[in-house]
């Protein structure tokens, strides 16, 4: 059974396919932004994602100390302008 601060990996999906940048907030209270999707990995199965940013590092994030996932209000702007 999925705790209850455990991030569920369907929404992670979604937020890819938006093509909007989103943060994932950890338990530890780190971040990690995305800013496109060439940014973020999920394998088949398992319970992690990777992201990677500008200066190459790569983040291994477990689904279960991730708590949250946030859009910049921005990014939601600029999206749904562009789709009138």
Known sequence: MQGAAEMDRSRIEAAIERSVP???QMADGKESYVPHR????????????????????????????????????EALDSKSASSK
């Not at 088949?44 to 209000?73: C, I, K, R, W």
Request: hydrophobic share 45%.
């Open 22 to 24: 989103f943060t994932l």
């Open 38 to 73: 060439d940014y973020i990995s999920l394998p088949p199965s398992g319970a992690f994602v990777v992201v990677y940013d500008n200066q190459e590092h790569v983040f291994v994030l477990s689904l279960l100390t991730m708590t949250g996932l946030t859009y910049p209000s």
